[in-house]
């Protein structure tokens, strides 16, 4: 039920990527394990574990669901990926990530793509210019006029602040959409 001047959620759309191929979270761990071994101690791998099995996801959706997959990776055991081969990934994949997502979310909105007056993207994963606010307003056609609000490295919590920051914006003015897309 809509409330008159409190902004509500109009539609939800995600994409997970290999979504037929998840890893469970037992093989997260154990590959995290294997990697990790020669740098923890018998105690954090025991504690590894537990969080696995207590955490409450029983499966995780990765863009390469092995390392060997990702073009030009270079495995070290030494060390994960450096952060340039991780933003590499995020500015190959984040565009393609966040147009399927919004696309269902405008669909599931009844939302007039036109209608949209403000996009607000989110993420802790990459950075990339122009920003990924702007490369959607491409993909998915939204007026020149939309205005863009790209929050980068707000952490874990940047999903809320996205939610709370759209929620703001349509309570000033009842006729703003804005398209919150967190990556």
Do not use: W
């Not at 995600?14 to 740098?39: M, R, S």
């Not at 565009?95 to 007039?112: F, G, Q, R, Y």
């Amino acid at each position: 039920k809509q409330y008159a001047n409190t902004p509500n959620i109009l539609g939800i759309g995600h994409f997970v990527p290999n979504e037929d191929n998840p890893v469970t979270q037992y093989e997260f761990c154990e590959a995290l394990i294997e990697a990790k071994q020669d740098n923890m101690t018998e105690e954090q791998i025991t504690r590894a574990k537990q969080i696995a099995k207590t955490c409450g996801n029983d499966k995780r959706y990765f863009i390469y669901k092995h390392a060997y997959e990702i073009p030009g990776f270079r495995y070290r055991k030494d060390r994960g990926m450096s952060i340039e081969e991780l933003n590499t990934i995020f500015v190959q994949q984040a565009p393609i990530l966040s147009t399927e997502a919004c696309k269902k979310a405008i669909l599931d909105s009844n939302v007039k793509k036109e209608d949209i007056t403000h996009i607000i993207f989110c993420t802790v994963s990459g950075q990339v210019a122009p920003g990924i606010d702007a490369i959607l307003l491409s993909k998915l056609d939204l007026p020149r006029s939309t205005q863009r609000i790209n929050l980068g490295f707000v952490g874990c919590h940047g999903g809320s602040v996205c939610i709370r920051l759209g929620a703001d914006i349509c309570a000033a003015n009842p006729r703003n959409r804005v398209l919150a897309v967190c990556c």
